[in-house]
């Protein structure tokens, strides 16, 4: 927990601290979103291998090299200074440096998950996760808000008074790197602690043609379960706005609000604060009656419609932490059915795997469509009634499928609570 809060701190205080140093490179709006774009795709190129690996090797090991890789991702952001670059060169560069955090947090993720299903019993995971999930919002927080504090002009002033930070960093943009960089050092060593399950899979495949054929199958397998194929649809589709609102809040709060970047870090930490909060409420969900919080991502869907009418910062702040609170506490239960039905159907590494690849791969396609949005100058207010309409509309398809799923099959609900792998396993 300690290792994947210090990981998570990080990550979120680098996507502040990389948007600012888009914008002292003088990048247009649409180039954020656009970075978070190739994080994710590393995602999604490497799904069909990070799950063996993390089924191959002790997870705290993998999650110790991981955190390694994205140690190097931020020292490379250093990179445009030392090779005198021009400016749209020094842009790709913070693009390449971005990705390459991207593969290690690819690596790191399914260990990160895969080792709860192995701590905890079937029963437990919803409760569980509650937990994980509320420790890694809560870093989420403080991440984010620390990514904004670290980018504010009186403190990177200091920072860069500092004689050892300005010996390796000369803007606002590379102390708060350069800090960031610390912390995911502090998590690889947390990492080494994490001691070894007694967890046994078979040995993995390291054939890349046949990884790839074999990941095709577990993404058919899990698609075409009645329970997974639900909970997948739903988490897949609230990893994808989430990224997105990310960018929608920042833009949203310096129109609405006329908030900077480190002050608007502070409402995506609000926001964040709301997960912490709904996920607390969904530990008392049981994992049988996961599906019945469905309903609930209509409604955020909606309430994320109430955003362009808000214009005062207490109002901002209240509406942002509904909205936290609603889809905390639809996705935990959705993401404990995902990993229970993964792991019964696969295993814990390349059941994380599928699930990171469809997030991913949804992340890729909506932090598409914003960054089209923004190229074509439509107005944040479109952007956002475009936004939450999709997501409770979709919503209400989801749960209409449920609905037909459980109609042709109606002890589907049966199925939760089953124990040990099925036939997916090479």
Same mark, same amino acid.
């Given at each position: 927990m300690a290792a994947q809060a210090l990981s998570?701190? /990080?990550?979120? /205080?680098?996507?502040?601290?990389?948007?600012? =140093?888009?914008?002292? =490179?003088?990048?247009?709006?649409?180039m954020a979103p656009l970075m978070k774009w190739w994080f994710a795709l590393a995602y999604v190129l490497l799904a069909a291998f990070v799950g063996a690996l993390a089924d191959a090797f002790p997870k705290g090991h993998v999650m110790f090299l991981t955190n390694a890789i994205k140690?190097?991702?931020?020292?490379?952001?250093?990179?445009?200074? &030392?090779?005198?670059?021009?400016?749209? $060169?020094?842009?790709? =560069?913070?693009?390449?440096?971005? @990705?390459?955090?991207?593969?290690?947090? !690819?690596?790191?993720?399914?260990?990160?998950?895969?080792?709860? @299903?192995?701590?905890?019993?079937?029963n437990l995971l919803v409760k569980g996760n509650s937990w994980i999930e509320g420790l890694t919002v809560v870093s989420i927080i403080i991440g984010t808000v620390a990514g904004g504090v670290l980018i504010r002009p009186d403190v990177s002033h200091a920072l860069l008074s500092h004689p050892w930070i300005y010996r390796?960093?000369?803007?606002? !943009?590379? !102390?708060?790197?350069?800090?960031?960089?610390?912390?995911?050092?502090? /998590?690889?060593?947390?990492?080494l602690l994490i001691p070894r399950t007694t967890a046994w899979y078979p040995r993995q495949q390291s054939n890349p043609l046949k990884l790839i054929r074999a990941f095709a199958s577990y993404v058919r397998i899990l698609w075409h379960d009645k329970l997974g194929q639900i909970s997948l649809a739903v988490t897949t589709l609230f990893w994808g706005a989430g990224a997105t609102l990310q960018f929608i809040v920042i833009e949203w709060a310096a129109q $609405?609000?006329?908030?900077?970047?480190?002050?608007?870090?502070?409402?995506?930490?609000?926001? /964040?604060?709301? @997960?912490?909060?709904? !996920?607390?409420?969904?530990?008392?969900?049981? %994992?049988?009656?996961? =599906? &019945?919080?469905?309903?609930?991502?209509?409604?955020?869907?909606?309430?994320?419609l109430l955003m362009p009418f808000i214009y005062l910062k207490w109002a901002a702040y209240a509406l942002l932490l509904v909205i936290g609170a609603l889809s905390g506490f639809f996705v935990?239960?959705?993401?404990? %059915?995902?990993?229970?039905?993964?792991?019964?159907? %696969?295993?814990?590494?390349?059941?994380?795997?599928?699930?990171?690849f469809n997030e991913q791969l949804n992340i890729l396609a909506m932090l598409a469509v914003y960054s089209l949005m923004l190229w074509l100058h439509l107005s944040i207010n479109a952007i956002i009634v475009f936004f939450g309409a999709m997501v409770a509309a979709l919503m209400l398809v989801f749960m209409r499928w449920n609905r037909l799923n459980h109609r042709a099959n109606p002890n589907l609900n049966s199925q939760i609570g089953l124990h040990g792998h099925g036939q997916a396993l090479p």
């Open positions: 998570s701190l /990080a990550d979120n /205080a680098l996507l502040i601290a990389a948007i600012a =140093l888009i914008a002292d =490179l003088h990048g247009p709006d649409w140690i190097v991702g931020c020292l490379l952001m250093f990179g445009y200074q &030392s090779f005198g670059l021009v400016t749209h $060169h020094q842009l790709a =560069l913070v693009f390449l440096a971005y @990705t390459v955090v991207g593969i290690g947090a !690819a690596a790191y993720s399914p260990a990160k998950y895969g080792i709860v @299903t192995e701590m905890l019993e079937p390796l960093a000369h803007t606002r !943009a590379e !102390a708060a790197i350069l800090l960031i960089a610390v912390v995911y050092f502090l /998590a690889a060593i947390c990492n $609405h609000l006329n908030y900077r970047l480190d002050q608007a870090s502070i409402l995506m930490g609000v926001a /964040a604060l709301g @997960t912490v909060i709904g !996920a607390m409420c969904a530990g008392k969900v049981p %994992l049988r009656r996961a =599906l &019945s919080v469905l309903p609930v991502g209509v409604v955020m869907g909606v309430v994320i935990v239960p959705m993401n404990a %059915l995902l990993q229970h039905r993964g792991h019964v159907l %696969l295993s814990a590494g390349h059941s994380i795997a599928v699930q990171n």
